[in-house]
């Protein structure tokens, strides 16, 4: 591994805080995931406070068609909505949206507000059994992961969302999720 100067000591401090920030934007540019904080850190000095690196790098993109984003434990850079069509326009794909049908849709929805959640508890919900083939569905679109197991007779698997959940929802972490309220509101859950 190539060794790096984190410390920048030879830079004075307004050029070493913007070299770093320059470092977190060329590491989340080169990241088609979410960088977690422990990655981050390894490119910058210990004296780099990490939040304000990223909230002055946040600043600085406020003007630009991307910006840094938190989901779950990392950040990544993310094309902000209003270009979506630009960008689609450009690549010709169309309009690529998650392909999931209304069960599917309601059962990753049931996961992500009851996690960890086994296909029992997902039954309970539905009042009937839910498929191994649409959680195979949802995990293999990398929504859901395997929880831990279960503490009951059986230790049966549970259900969680993942990383990839909370980007392809723009989420940054799951108290970002709609209230039972909000949902109502929106005609999207009973009363």
């Given at each position: ?98 392909d999931l ?32 083939d ?47 309220e ?10």
């Open positions: 591994m190539e060794m790096i100067d984190r410390e920048l000591a030879d830079l004075p401090p307004e050029l070493r805080w913007r070299k770093w920030m320059r470092r977190i934007e060329a590491v989340l540019f080169a990241s088609p995931r979410p960088v977690p904080r422990a990655d981050l850190a390894r490119v910058v000095g210990q004296g780099a406070a990490l939040d304000l690196l990223l909230d002055d790098l946040a600043a600085e993109l406020a003007d630009r068609p991307y910006e840094v984003v938190r989901v779950g434990e990392g950040w990544l850079l993310r094309t902000r909505p209003a270009y979506g069509a630009v960008i689609r326009a450009a690549a010709n794909v169309g309009d690529r949206k998650i049908s209304e069960r599917d849709l309601a059962v990753l929805a049931a996961i992500a507000y009851h996690q960890p959640v086994t296909r029992d508890g997902l039954a309970e919900i539905f009042g009937r059994e839910i498929s191994r649409l959680i195979g569905r949802l995990a293999a679109r990398e929504l859901i992961a395997p929880g831990p197991r279960a503490p009951r007779r059986g230790a049966p698997y549970t259900y969680v969302t993942t990383p990839n959940f909370l980007v392809a929802f723009g989420l940054a972490d799951l108290r970002d999720l709609p209230d039972a909000q949902l109502r509101d929106a005609g999207l859950a009973g009363s």
